[in-house]
């Protein structure tokens, strides 16, 4: 009787077993489907506001590959999705490019590359894991400096396989050639691949409207026969500032509390209070021992300028109206409600509206006012780099020469290729995308020789933390009227120090 | 015959195998092979992360320089008692506490007394329709309330404005953030009315009829009969409101991106040890601070049932 009790308790006991080793066990692919597809390539340094992202992104995590390809080269693990890729148009063309290069019989027996994509959201916690595991991939990108500073101790110096490898720095614009000299000690971490410059778009539409010339085009032009500076950007921008009644800002009848269309903002300039003052001047918040904290009278202007322009002036909006339908939840320029912003080229990926909606508006491109005589436009710029962990580093590099020989890559990613030769063609998918704008690219390639530098996007000690002090100094400005900016640089300059005396201690 | 005690006892009994086990340990051992794939799952899932967290909590572990771990003792532990951004954490998610567990707790009962009233028609519709919202998932729902809420264009401040009123900045003044994620809290509060409704009609009717007939009223009823019956009910949504309450996340890191704003006033404690561990990559500080809201968490909840052991009355115990 025992017998025929216990054999159906056994074999239920062992079926559950397995069942649970089985599903503990499985292997998972991360992937999520995307929901639309985008019109536009978005870039890879883009860090538009949650709310604000244009298409969701997909994963793809390949099958596993050992020390050796099928085509019995190295494997190099390609990282992707810490700066952009993610999107579907842009898997498309990664697979595309790996399995062309792949079959290349000049990679047989040679390298063999292995791309693994993520979503942005989760790509640096990823990484950051797969270097503490002991799992390392090979090279990460495309990936703009703010990517590359968290991970600026894990990254090797390509500056010995430039010159070994014979790689041609020369065909780069000058200013771009040491913009990658970032890692620990000066070490070059990439090389120049896709450029973002910064400069103004303005709204064709809302100046039609309120009859005032469109902003200059060239640096150094007059606008309505004064100089193109931040005092004549203030102006312009009140005068492009709206009530519902239809008074702009320079009105005694204005009414700020019914603001229905604004004068200028510096859109998704990565929430932080010192990367809006660039455009008074380069600066940085720490000295370039990396040692003191220190507030430029750069960034104590433009933080000034920026806190009257949302509370006194009203030419910009708070962060409670940012977020409202008014300026569509973040995303300033598509709403058509502001007249001027000033960001980087990637923005291009996400001026026009979802489909089936139709843009209500044209755009224009604008040199960045100067302040005091210089001219500042920030800039962002994607590379490749190779991990200091890899076994590989010749052939990584190989890729990383391949890959940025690769138009069709870049073109996918929405960036100005640092090579001159190569520029026109993404410049040609602009404007298709954008048949009614007349857009001034010469604009655009004058941008690229004022980059800030130091790069408001500079490496400082303890990053994340540093840069989390950053934002909290935005986000409080933004919200909150009458504060005494002094006092509230002073508390940060505080708050820094602290953060890097720490860290300094840490790291001797 | 056979059955007498005598040829019972005459009758020897089998020598028993040293292998032979007592039918009750038999019993036993299926029950652990039973639920050993469950023990081997808490084992493997849950207890060896949580002494491995533990472990963390006393080494300067960080995700990118793994090599560079080493004990060190009771340094997170003292860290966190000058960082000004831990007593924050901790002064915020105790604030919002203070207002969103008695507002949970009494909205909860109240609607559980609304929808368990005998004379209310389609009870059961108004009960789906109470409960609904707690199916939508938690980020979807935050970024509808981030809308509602706007101070520009949000429907709530619409409406306020409607009757002439001016409604506050509910997402970036330091005051009205508490009162915002209280009232999407009230939204989800489905699970703590059903559980109450349960308690409710646990209660006999008997009790209402004699305090009826003794001339006591709505209020009377409710206070001496209703809430001391129901009272192990209520004890446990209190704990479970309470931890719910320690461990609140979600709708602060989707409001806010993870930052804590309006000036840290929604960073509470479980967002802080997310963006040590996960943002900043000090896990082993983020370990510290996560076995902190260990402790604080059970401190509350063991406080609870000391009170409990007073104030609960269950039926058929010594109160």
């Known amino acids: 009787m025992n017998r025929s009790r216990s054999s159906p308790r056994a074999l239920m006991v062992a079926v559950g077993v397995v069942a649970i080793l089985a599903a503990a066990c499985g292997s998972s692919t991360q992937s999520t489907a995307p929901s639309a597809a985008a019109t536009v390539a978005v870039p890879a340094t883009a860090a538009p506001a949650a709310t604000a992202a244009p298409t969701p992104e997909v994963a793809i995590t390949p099958e596993p590959v050992g020390l050796v390809g099928p085509n019995g080269g190295k494997v190099i693990r390609w990282f992707i999705g810490l700066g952009g890729g993610g999107q579907p148009a842009q898997i498309e063309a990664e697979q595309k490019f790996a399995a062309d290069f792949n079959a290349d019989p000049a990679n047989k027996d040679k390298i063999y590359l292995a791309p693994e994509i993520y979503s942005n959201q989760v790509a640096a916690q990823q990484l950051q894991v797969q270097i503490a595991a002991g799992n390392p991939p090979d090279i990460i990108g495309p990936v703009g400096v703010e990517g590359l500073n968290i991970f600026r101790d894990n990254l090797l110096d390509v500056k010995p396989l430039i010159a070994s490898q014979n790689f041609d720095m020369t065909r780069f614009d000058p200013a771009l050639v040491d913009f990658f000299d970032i890692g620990k000690d000066g070490a070059t971490i990439g090389v120049p691949y896709a450029t973002y410059p910064s400069f103004i778009y303005y709204n064709t539409k809302l100046f039609d409207e309120a009859q005032l010339p469109y902003p200059p085009t060239k640096v150094g032009e007059m606008y309505n026969g004064k100089p193109w500076d931040m005092a004549a950007l203030r102006e312009l921008g009140m005068k492009l500032t709206v009530d519902k009644n239809g008074n702009d800002a320079t009105s005694a009848d204005f009414d700020p509390e019914n603001i229905v269309q604004w004068g200028f903002d510096m859109q998704w300039a990565d929430d932080r209070s010192d990367t809006e003052a660039t455009i008074f001047g380069s600066s940085s918040v720490v000295t370039p021992d990396g040692k003191t904290a220190q507030i430029t009278p750069q960034f104590n202007q433009g933080l000034k300028w920026f806190n009257d322009g949302v509370w006194k002036d009203h030419f910009i909006p708070t962060s409670a109206a940012i977020n409202s339908d008014l300026l569509a939840k973040g995303n300033l320029f598509q709403s058509g409600n502001i007249a001027m912003v000033s960001t980087h080229l990637w923005y291009t990926c996400c001026i026009n509206p979802a489909a089936p909606a139709k843009p209500s508006f044209s755009w224009g491109a604008a040199v960045v006012p100067e302040n005091n005589g210089v001219t500042t436009a920030k800039l962002h710029a994607d590379t490749f780099s190779i991990l200091d962990t890899t076994k590989n580093p010749t052939e990584a590099f190989d890729v990383i020469a391949a890959l940025a020989a690769s138009p069709e890559l870049l073109t996918n990613y929405g960036g100005l290729s640092a090579d001159p030769a190569l520029q026109q063609a993404f410049l040609d998918s602009v404007q298709k995308n954008y048949p009614d704008s007349k857009i001034d690219f010469q604009v655009i390639k004058d941008m690229l020789g004022y980059a800030d530098k130091p790069s408001h996007q500079g490496w400082l000690p303890d990053y994340q933390k540093s840069r989390d002090a950053l934002k909290a100094v935005y986000s409080k400005y933004r919200t909150t009227a009458g504060l005494d900016i002094d006092a509230e640089l002073a508390t940060l300059k505080t708050t820094l120090q602290g953060i890097f005396d720490q860290y300094n201690a840490a790291n001797p | 015959m056979t059955d007498s005690p005598q040829a019972l006892a005459a009758t020897p009994r089998p020598r028993r195998s040293r292998w032979m086990l007592r039918p009750s340990t038999r019993e ?59 007593a924050k954490s901790l002064i915020s998610t105790f604030k919002f506490a203070l207002i969103v567990i008695p507002v949970t707790m009494f909205a909860s009962l109240g609607f559980a007394l609304l929808l368990n009233h005998p004379q209310l028609p389609a009870k059961g519709a108004l009960r789906t329709l109470v409960y609904m919202p707690i199916m939508i998932p938690l980020v979807a729902s935050t970024l509808v309330w981030t809308g509602f809420l706007n101070t520009e264009t949000g429907w ?21 953030i508490y ?44 206070r001496k009969i209703t809430i001391p019956l129901m009272s192990p009910v209520l004890l446990y949504n209190l704990v479970i409101v309470l931890i719910a309450t320690f461990q609140y996340f979600t709708q602060a890191y989707t409001l806010t991106n993870g930052k804590g704003d309006p000036n840290n006033a929604t960073l509470f404690v479980n967002l802080e040890l997310f963006r040590e561990a996960f943002v900043f990559s000090r896990m082993g500080y983020g370990a510290a601070i996560a076995w902190l809201l260990f402790a604080i968490v059970l401190l509350l909840t063991l406080a609870l049932f000391a009170f409990a052991r007073r104030r609960v009355y269950y039926a058929g115990g010594d109160r």
Do not use: C
């Open chain 2, 28 to 86: 036993a051992l299926w029950g652990y092979a039973f639920i050993g794939p469950w023990l081997l799952g808490l084992a493997l899932f849950t207890a060896g992360p949580i002494i491995a967290s533990l472990v963390m909590s006393f080494t300067n572990f960080d995700l990118l320089h793994v090599d560079q771990t080493r004990f060190i003792g009771l340094d997170n532990y003292v860290r966190m008692t000058t960082d000004p951004l831990v």
């Open chain 2, 156 to 176: 709530l401040n619409k409406a306020f404005e409607a009757f002439g009123l001016t409604g506050p900045d509910w997402i970036n003044s330091e005051v009205w």
């Open chain 2, 179 to 222: 009162p915002a994620l209280t009232l999407m809290g009230l939204w989800a509060i489905g699970n703590f009315m059903i559980i109450n409704i349960a308690g409710l009609q646990s209660v006999p009717t008997e009790l209402y009829e004699a305090a009826r007939i003794d001339g006591a009223g709505w209020w009377t009823q409710l």
